[in-house]
C-alpha cells in the first residue's frame, strides 16, 4: 500500500440532464430535508445509465458509477473508452475540478492538469507570468520555478512569444507551453487529457518521450487519456477502459485495447441502418461466419448488398483494415484484373484473402463503393466492422508471433552462404 499514490473507491458523479445545478428548488429541499434526519440523498437511487445513444429513461444519469482502481507511483495509466464514456469527468474528480457524488479519493502528493486548452492560464498574464503562476498554484516556490523556467520555455518551443499574453497564442501553443509547465513543475501526478492531439506531430513525439521520462525517471504518476491507441500502448503499462460511466477492464494495455475496439464492432443491424447499399458484411471461413481469424489464415469477405435504386453502375468496391487509424491493408476490386463484374441490386461480393499476413490484434474495417471511371466514391463507411486477427504457430517452430515483431507477418527462407 506505500507504492499506492491514488486510490479510487466506489466513485460515482450524477447530473441531472437539461439543466444547470441540481435542478429545482423542491429537489434541494427534499435533499436538505433527508439529510437533516440522517437519511441517504433519495435521487441517488435514480438517474439511468451513462449511454448517450439511447434515450434518457429518468431525469438524472450517472456520468460515472462505482469506479474502483488503484496507481502505484511511477506507473503511466491509460484511460480509453468511447465519446461519453466518463473519461474526462473522471479526470476532472480527479483533477478537483468538480467533486464526486459519492465515494472517495484519496492521493499522496501534488496533481498537476492538462484537461483542454489553455487549463490553469490566465489569457492576459504572458507566458512567463502564466509559468510563475502555475507553479505558486503547484506550491512551489519563486526561485524553483525560475530554475525550471528555460527548460520550460525550450521545451514548449514558444520563447519567441513568452512574455506576450497568452490569449494572443494560437491554442497549439497554449497546448505546448500548457504540457511543459505541468511536466517540468514537478508534479507526482500528472493528468492529461485528449488535449495533446491539438498539438502538431512533433510536439505530440515530445510529449510522450516526456511522460515516459518523467515516470520512468523521475518516480511520478502520469494518467492518460487519447484515442490514439498507438500512443496508448507505447506509453501505458496498463489501461482502465470506462463504457457507459463504468469500468469494463483494467489491466494488460494490449488486452485492454482489444476490449476498447471489440466494444466499437457495428452489428449487421447498424449497417443495415446506416448505409443505403450495404446489408451486412461478414466474415467468412470454413463456410461459416466467424470474428477472428488465426494468422495466415485464409478466409472470404462477404459483402451483402441492398436492393439499391441509382443511376450509376456500382463496379468499384474497397475494403481498408486499419490499425490505431493507420491502414495497414487494402482490398479492392480495382485490384483484380480479372474482375469485370457489374454489382447489381441485392448482390453478394465475395473478396477472398488467402494466407492473410497480419499480425495479432483488432482491426477496423473501411468500406467504399463508387464508380471506377471515373473514379467517385459514392459511399464511404468507417468503422464497420471489427474483426479480430489471433496469434498461433504460424512458424511452425513452437512459438508464437509476438505483438511487437510488426504489422506484417511473412515467412521466409534462410541459409548461410560461404565465402570460402
Given at each position: 500500500?506505500?507504492?499506492?499514490?491514488?486510490?479510487?473507491?466506489?466513485?460515482?458523479?450524477?447530473?441531472?440532464?437539461?439543466?444547470?445545478?441540481?435542478?429545482?428548488?423542491s429537489h434541494d429541499l427534499n435533499?436538505?430535508?433527508?439529510?437533516?434526519?440522517?437519511?441517504e440523498n433519495p435521487y441517488l437511487k435514480v438517474g439511468a445509465v451513462n449511454d448517450r445513444s439511447k434515450k434518457a429513461s429518468s431525469d438524472y444519469v450517472w456520468a460515472l458509477q462505482d469506479i474502483n482502481f488503484e496507481v502505484k507511483r511511477g506507473e503511466v495509466l491509460g484511460i480509453i473508452g468511447k465519446n461519453g464514456a466518463g473519461k474526462s469527468t473522471l479526470l476532472k474528480i480527479l483533477s478537483r475540478v468538480t467533486a464526486p457524488t459519492t465515494g472517495s479519493i484519496k492521493t499522496k502528493g501534488r496533481i498537476a492538469s492538462l484537461l483542454e486548452v489553455g487549463?490553469?492560464?490566465?489569457?492576459?498574464?504572458?507566458?512567463?507570468?502564466?509559468?510563475?503562476?502555475?507553479?505558486?498554484?503547484?506550491?512551489m516556490t519563486k526561485?524553483?520555478?525560475?530554475?525550471?523556467?528555460?527548460?520550460?520555455?525550450?521545451?514548449?518551443?514558444?520563447?519567441?512569444?513568452?512574455?506576450t499574453p497568452v490569449k494572443r497564442y494560437s491554442s497549439g501553443m497554449r497546448v505546448r507551453l500548457g504540457f511543459a509547465v505541468a511536466a517540468f513543475l514537478e508534479p507526482d501526478i500528472l493528468v492529461v487529457d485528449e488535449v495533446l492531439a491539438v498539438g502538431d506531430a512533433e510536439f505530440q513525439k515530445k510529449a510522450i518521450g516526456k511522460m515516459q521520462d518523467v515516470s520512468s525517471q523521475g518516480g511520478r504518476t502520469v494518467?492518460?487519456?487519447?484515442?490514439?491507441?498507438?500512443s496508448i500502448r507505447s506509453l501505458?503499462?496498463?489501461?482502465?477502459?470506462?463504457?457507459?460511466?463504468?469500468?469494463?477492464?483494467?489491466?494488460?494495455?494490449?488486452?485492454?485495447?482489444?476490449?476498447?475496439?471489440?466494444?466499437?464492432?457495428?452489428?449487421?443491424?447498424?449497417?443495415?441502418?446506416?448505409?443505403?447499399?450495404?446489408?451486412?458484411?461478414?466474415?467468412?471461413?470454413?463456410?461459416?461466419?466467424?470474428?477472428?481469424?488465426?494468422?495466415g489464415d485464409s478466409f472470404q469477405i462477404h459483402v451483402e448488398f441492398k436492393d439499391f435504386q441509382i443511376t450509376q453502375k456500382i463496379d468499384y468496391c474497397f475494403i481498408g483494415l486499419e490499425d490505431n487509424d493507420r491502414r495497414v491493408l487494402s482490398l479492392g476490386t480495382h485490384h483484380d484484373v480479372n474482375f469485370n463484374g457489374e454489382i447489381k441490386p441485392n448482390n453478394t461480393l465475395s473478396c477472398k484473402v488467402n494466407n492473410l499476413p497480419l499480425n495479432q490484434g483488432v482491426y477496423r474495417i473501411l468500406f467504399a463503393v463508387g464508380t471506377n471511371m471515373p473514379r467517385q466514391n459514392i459511399e464511404v463507411l468507417e468503422n464497420v466492422r471489427m474483426i479480430k486477427i489471433i496469434n498461433n504457430d504460424f512458424f511452425n517452430n513452437g512459438i508464437d508471433v509476438l505483438k511487437n515483431q510488426g504489422d506484417l507477418i511473412i515467412k521466409s527462407d534462410w541459409s548461410i552462404i560461404s565465402n570460402q
Open positions: 500500500m506505500d507504492d499506492v499514490i491514488l486510490k479510487v473507491e466506489n466513485l460515482s458523479k450524477q447530473y441531472r440532464l437539461g439543466l444547470v445545478g441540481t435542478g429545482t428548488l435533499r436538505f430535508w433527508h439529510k437533516i434526519r440522517g437519511k487549463t490553469g492560464m490566465h489569457p492576459e498574464l504572458t507566458g512567463r507570468e502564466n509559468i510563475f503562476l502555475n507553479g505558486a498554484i503547484l506550491g526561485a524553483e520555478i525560475a530554475g525550471k523556467i528555460d527548460e520550460i520555455v525550450e521545451f514548449s518551443g514558444c520563447e519567441m512569444y513568452i512574455d494518467l492518460f487519456v487519447s484515442h490514439n491507441m498507438t501505458c503499462s496498463r489501461v482502465v477502459v470506462l463504457e457507459n460511466g463504468g469500468v469494463v477492464f483494467d489491466g494488460d494495455t494490449n488486452t485492454g485495447i482489444e476490449r476498447y475496439l471489440e466494444s466499437n464492432n457495428e452489428s449487421n443491424t447498424n449497417i443495415n441502418d446506416k448505409s443505403d447499399f450495404i446489408k451486412s458484411i461478414s466474415f467468412i471461413k470454413d463456410n461459416k461466419e466467424v470474428e477472428q481469424i488465426c494468422i
